[in-house]
Every structure is written in C-alpha cells, then in structure tokens.
C-alpha cells in the first residue's frame, strides 16, 4: 500500500472550499472518504445536510468511496461520534485533515465573548476534539496522518481576527506536541498555512488571481501520504507558492546578573539579530537534556 490508497480519512468541513477539495484529492488517490460537514453558514449559523451529501456525490461519481457525516466537531460527542462514523463506515481510521472553520470577525475592542468562543470552539477545540478521538485508533495501529488548517492570521496577524488568529496559533502548538507524542507511534502530524479563494475569503482577496483551492489540496493530500514523513512542518500555499514556515531563535545574549532598563535597550540589536537563528524549542526539553547529558 503507497499513498492513501485503501486509507481512511476524516475531513472535517469538506462540503465546500478547501475541504470539498481536499475530499476530492484524497479520494482521487484512494481514500476511503469522511465528508464531514454541518452545513453551516460562514458565521457558523444554520445547517444544511446538502453540501456534505454533495461532495460525497462527486467523490463517487468518480469512482471513489465516501460518506457523509453532519456531526458538530466543536464539541467533544460531536467530533467522537464523527470518528465512530468513520470506523462504522470503515472500519478504522488513518488520516485526519482538520479544515473546519467559520469567521466572527470584527476589532478586539468590539469582539464579544461569543465572538470569540464561537471561533475558538470550532478551529481549536474542533481540531484537538478530533484529534483526541481518533488518537487512540492511529496508536494502536502504530500509524496516522494528521494535518492541521493554520493560517498567515496565525501565524503573522490580521487586523480585525483576534479570534481567528488565536486559535489558528493554537493549532500549531497542539501540532509541536502531538507531533512529539506520535512520533514513536509511526503518527505524523503537520500544518497548512493556506491562501486560497472560497466562501470564507470572498470579498479579501483578488479574485484574479490564481488561488485554486487545489493547490492547497496538493499539499494535503502529500502530507496525508504514506510515503511522507515530514511531522512538525508548517506548509503555506499561496496558490501556485508553496513555501515552509517555521518558529526561529536568534542566538541571543547573555547577561551576567538580571538587566536594567537601558542595559536591555543598549543591547536589543545583539538580542534580535537573526543571523544564524536556530529552530526553538520548549524550555522543558533544554532542561531535561541538560539533565540527562
């Protein structure tokens, strides 16, 4: 077995935009396919049955299998009774794409508690919710491949998505840990960083350009791969752009006793110099190495 032929894979949001076309893909390549969707409004209002049940359609007028599956993965029994639809339907479950997502956008000082728990609760608590359930399975099996949905509002900001950017920089905290976590366990977990034209970005982005929702789709479906043992990565695919992203250290400085106010200042440009820079790390494991050395 090569890729993700014969694999199962939950793709959470995937009745329209990027999840439509990652189902797509990794059915294309032979994945037995969750399409997992609500059905809700950008905002995460309503529900309708019908673009999950769609996506499934298309899956299997190519020859493809899939399933449909409405269950809200913003809560814990939703995103367990999404993963038991899978290993019901399945009989198991390998591959994991978190892509399900809505927008409550507006400036922090406007932003209302539901504002904010409404999008945390579907783009962090969704990806750990359904993560956590099929875990068990992609353990004991010694196998799995998780994909997180982060973005440049993560990653590097936006005005106007506090909500949003908070949690798509929680989906790459829980990525680091789970990465380490499933490493002994064949688990690979990884990160897109997406740019691409849908629903969520109608209206934000130039409409002109190229931003296919495939291209995102390409990297997906590489990294759900058996073949690929990349874990700990962050993709970002600006349409036909793909580059990596990734949480640096600048060599720093040392002082000798704790530092006044001026004497941070004065040395701020040795601090912040990135030249030679270095991948972090928590500073729980540089102790427990330098115990161990």
Same mark, same amino acid.
């Given at each position: 077995?090569?890729?993700?032929?014969?694999?199962?894979?939950?793709?959470?949001?995937?009745?329209?935009?990027?999840?439509?076309?990652?189902?797509?893909?990794?059915?294309?390549?032979?994945?037995?396919?969750?399409?997992?969707?609500?059905?809700?409004?950008?905002?995460?209002?309503?529900?309708?049955?019908?673009?999950?049940?769609?996506?499934?359609?298309?899956?299997?007028?190519?020859?493809?299998?899939?399933?449909?599956?409405?269950?809200?993965?913003?809560?814990?029994?939703?995103?367990?009774?999404?993963?038991?639809?899978? /290993?019901?339907?399945?009989?198991?479950?390998?591959?994991?794409?978190?892509?399900?997502?809505?927008?409550?956008?507006?400036?922090?000082?406007?932003?209302?508690?539901?504002?904010?728990?409404?999008? /945390?609760?579907?783009?962090?608590?969704?990806?750990?919710? /359904?993560?956590?359930?099929?875990?068990?399975?992609?353990?004991?099996?010694? $196998?799995?491949?998780?994909?997180?949905?982060?973005?440049?509002?993560?990653?590097?900001?936006?005005?106007?998505?506090?909500? $949003?950017?908070?949690?798509?920089?929680? /989906?790459?905290?829980?990525?680091?840990?789970?990465?380490?976590?499933?490493?002994? $366990?064949?688990?690979?977990?990884?990160?897109?960083?997406?740019?691409?034209?849908?629903?969520?970005?109608?209206?934000?982005?130039?409409?002109?350009?190229?931003?296919?929702?495939?291209?995102?789709?390409?990297?997906?479906?590489?990294?759900?791969?058996?073949?690929?043992?990349?874990?700990?990565?962050?993709?970002?695919?600006?349409?036909?752009?793909?580059?990596?992203?990734?949480?640096?250290?600048?060599?720093?400085?040392?002082?000798?006793?704790?530092?006044?106010?001026?004497?941070?200042?004065?040395?701020?440009?040795?601090?912040?110099?990135?030249?030679?820079?270095?991948?972090?790390?928590?500073?729980?494991?540089?102790?427990?190495?330098?115990?161990?050395?």
């Amino acid at each position: 077995m090569s890729g993700v032929d014969g694999r199962v894979a939950i793709v959470t949001g995937a009745g329209r935009g990027l999840g439509r076309s990652h189902a797509l893909r990794l059915a294309a390549g032979g994945a037995q396919v969750l399409v997992n969707d609500p059905g809700v409004g950008r905002g995460g209002e309503g529900g309708d049955g019908s673009p999950a049940q769609g996506v499934v359609a298309e899956i299997t007028a190519a020859g493809g299998v899939a399933v449909a599956d409405h269950h809200d993965i913003s809560t814990d029994d939703g995103a367990r009774a999404a993963v038991t639809a899978a /290993v019901e339907a399945f009989g198991g479950v390998h591959v994991v794409v978190n892509n399900a997502g809505i927008l409550r956008d507006t400036t922090f000082h406007k932003m209302t508690t539901e504002q904010w728990q409404a999008v /945390v609760r579907v783009h962090l608590d969704g990806s750990a919710f /359904v993560t956590r359930a099929a875990w068990p399975h992609l353990r004991e099996q010694r $196998y799995g491949r998780v994909v997180m949905t982060t973005s440049g509002a993560g990653l590097f900001g936006n005005f106007g998505q506090a909500n $949003y950017a908070a949690a798509k920089l929680g /989906v790459v905290g829980l990525m680091h840990t789970l990465a380490l976590e499933g490493a002994r $366990y064949g688990i690979r977990v990884n990160s897109v960083a997406p740019v691409a034209l849908t629903r969520m970005t109608a209206g934000l982005l130039d409409a002109s350009t190229d931003l296919d929702p495939a291209w995102v789709s390409a990297a997906v479906g590489w990294l759900c791969t058996e073949e690929c043992d990349l874990t700990a990565e962050i993709v970002r695919v600006n349409g036909p752009h793909f580059s990596r992203v990734r949480l640096v250290e600048s060599l720093g400085a040392d002082f000798v006793e704790p530092p006044t106010d001026d004497a941070l200042a004065g040395r701020w440009a040795e601090i912040a110099d990135m030249v030679g820079a270095k991948q972090g790390e928590a500073a729980v494991a540089v102790a427990r190495r330098a115990g161990s050395a």
